[in-house]
């Protein structure tokens, strides 16, 4: 995909997951558990973290921390990410999404499930408290069917789902995440960076291969909000 990475080797093997999707479009995941790591190998991936942190601009911690590993980690990058004046996405559950939070990321972005378990609230408005009181700025939650709420601390705003969609749903999160940024770096507002999400996301679950995007197809799906029904 020509994206340039930096890895952090580490001594086990990385996990392996499979999602089988049927002619209904319904997915079925297998998912191996994720490998303990060692100081030294956490240690490492704060390196290389900082290392690109100089031309960052924002920082992105998206799915589970490995076995083992202290959700107070979390506060370390995003400490590093401060010390330049980066802001922080943090797509994390449990412990992990609070430890972020506490650390002041600037937009945390739990799933409604994730937010109830991390919380214990029963609603998303006092989930989003909860939040914002530990020290959180904006907010971003994913709803499934019912689109996209989101606040950047000052607006709230709700975009809904696109209809019609199914296919993989696997990466479908990371790539929301990943429209977000990338409308926010370009100087979007935070509402067209939600329609940016939902729309990339969408296109990657048409996608029958994780981590794919046709671009014509986000363009043609982001243009469904061209006529603001949302907000």
Sequence with gaps: ASVPASIAPIARATRTTVTVVDKTHHPTMYAESGPEVDAAEVALLRELLRDQLANAAFVAICGSLPPGMPPETVDDWIRDAHALRVPVLADLSGEALLCAARAGAEIVKPNELELAEATGAATLDAGTAILRELGATGIVVSRGSRGLWGTDGRQSHT?????????????????????????????????????????????????????????????????????????
């Design 159 to 231: 975009v809904p789902a696109i209809p019609g969609i199914a296919g993989n749903p696997t990466g479908a999160g990371d790539a929301a995440t990943a429209g977000l940024l990338s409308a926010l770096a370009r100087g979007a507002t935070f509402l067209e960076g939600l329609r940016h999400a939902s729309a990339l996301g969408a296109a990657a679950v048409l996608s029958p291969v994780a981590g794919e995007v046709d671009p014509q197809t986000y363009a043609r799906l982001l243009d469904t909000y061209s006529d603001p029904h949302d907000g």
